[in-house]
């Protein structure tokens, strides 16, 4: 261990000063012969030992720190920060120890290369590798509690969170409202995936929406920050509106295709419930077969009761079950989180778990932007520049593998997970953003930028407002 012990591993080991080993002839006077090398391991030990102690100590003590939350049977406990903080470090400081290491048995394993290959010399050589891959090992091991052991990644990727949020009269009164708005139901809003819907920032009264603030603050808002872990000011709604599905109209809309939102997640609240059939199916894509959505892929569906509010991931790909009887009305949220005050560009501060380290949200950003070079690539001639083509292809990559990764690692978690949280407390803060920054995007610097793809279809119907104002 330490100075005392080191030697070149270059070199082979220093022969003993007494006891010098016989020649096979017996004949005392010859020169010495170089021994053999002693076996790599009790060396590898203990020149590594210091290192491999301070290793321990500092992920015992940081493990101790993160493991009552580890631990909790309940993922919403006050101190998931510190958690993440803590693996964090430990991810760090295995990084750090991988490479000090690594670096050390690189010299240590062209030496064994260079020896006569005998089976012991390979066997030790192969052992040698032994710690290498055990740090790599504890790496992976980390990264994954890394992002297991956090809501604020990998379980919103694949686990729809549900809570009870409206009574059964409030649901009808939303209706109401609704019926009572200022502009009729469209279907264009969402061209890809079109519904009967009303946006309601510039459908409904304004005594109505001041009345669905309330309801909001006091009720989403404590529910999307307990169970994404975000503070509720840097939450946006990029779009809310009622949807409706309707078995009695003539041609009524009564169900929608498999597809994924704009967004970087999702609620829907269920508003009536005299309905058959209905709910909202999400499926496991890491296993879809592209354009072929059927039976035989592993869905979970939902069909909770009035008033039910539940989020998801927008990323997750669902479908809205036709109903068979009756009219089904759901209010839906696309919500953003932004790094920064779009007005007065303050930082939110997040944490890099609710953003950069969050897979759900890294997806997000890269498919904003892929659509956004796609959009921009298809509508003006002027920008068909390879610079382009070349961001949009890397942006469309970056957006896939990590679209794929994240429905792989959430695999233990097909979308049935839920967790019941009601927190009516009204704590007299401030709600999320939920009128005033719709159909937006913000750049890396909380500046608004023009998305064609999302906004270019809606801004034209926001007519209360104008299309310019929008996006000033
Ligand atoms: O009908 C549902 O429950 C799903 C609605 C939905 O996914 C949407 O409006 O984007
Ligand atoms: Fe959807």
């Not at 803590?86 to 991810?91: D, E, G, V």
């Amino acid at each position: 261990m330490g100075k005392k012990n080191k030697h070149n591993p270059n070199t082979p080991r220093p022969l003993p000063t007494s006891g010098t080993p016989s020649s096979p002839s017996g004949d005392q006077s010859s020169k010495p012969v170089p021994l053999p090398p002693t076996s790599p391991l009790p060396s590898l030990l203990e020149d590594n030992l210091l290192i491999l102690l301070i290793y321990a100590a500092v992920l015992r003590m940081l493990i101790k720190q993160s493991a009552k939350d580890i631990t909790s049977p309940t993922f919403f406990s006050d101190s998931r920060r510190e958690t993440c903080d803590a693996l964090l470090k430990i991810t760090m400081l295995t990084v750090i120890f991988s490479f000090i290491l690594s670096l050390k048995l690189r010299k240590r394993l062209e030496y064994y290369r260079k020896k006569q290959p005998d089976f012991m010399s390979r066997f030790m050589s192969c052992m040698s590798y032994l710690p290498v891959l055990s740090v790599v090992a504890s790496f992976a091991f980390c990264f994954f509690m890394t992002l297991f052991s956090n809501p604020e990644a990998v379980q919103t990727l694949r686990t729809v969170f549900k809570t009870q949020m409206l009574t059964p009269k409030e649901c009808k009164e939303i209706i109401k409202m609704a019926s009572r708005a200022k502009m009729d139901w469209t279907t264009d809003r969402h061209p890809a995936v079109p519904t009967v819907d009303m946006n309601i920032e510039e459908a409904f009264q304004e005594k109505d929406k001041k009345q669905l603030t309330e309801i909001f603050d006091f009720r989403l808002s404590p529910f999307i920050e307990k169970t994404l872990g975000v503070p509720r000011r840097a939450v946006r709604a990029d779009d809310a509106f009622i949807v409706k599905y309707s078995a009695v109209e003539k041609g009524g809309q009564t169900g929608l295709k498999p597809h994924t939102d704009e967004a970087y997640f999702s609620v829907n609240i269920l508003l009536s419930d005299d309905f058959e059939g209905g709910g909202t199916r999400f499926y496991q894509r890491e296993l879809e077969p592209l354009d072929d959505y059927n039976s035989t892929i592993p869905s979970y569906d939902l069909s909770p009761p009035i008033g039910n509010a539940f989020l998801h991931r927008s990323r997750i790909l669902h479908e809205g079950i036709p109903i068979s009887k009756g009219e089904r009305y759901i209010l839906v949220l696309f919500m953003h989180i932004d790094q920064f005050d779009y007005e007065t560009k303050e930082s939110f501060k997040l944490h890099p778990f609710s953003t950069w380290l969050n897979v759900g949200y890294m997806e997000s950003w890269f498919n904003e932007r892929y659509q956004g070079l796609k959009a921009e690539l298809i509508e003006n001639e002027s920008t068909q520049s390879l610079h382009h083509k070349y961001l949009r292809t890397v942006f469309y990559t970056l957006m896939y593998s990590t679209r794929l990764f994240s429905d792989f690692i959430g695999k233990t978690h097909p979308g049935g997970k839920f967790i019941e949280i009601m927190d009516s407390e009204k704590t007299g803060e401030a709600g999320a953003n939920w009128w005033q920054g719709q159909h937006m995007r913000l750049n890396e610097f909380g500046d608004r930028v023009r998305n064609e793809h999302t906004c270019a279809a809606n801004s034209a119907k926001f007519t209360n407002r104008g299309a310019e104002d929008i996006f000033k």
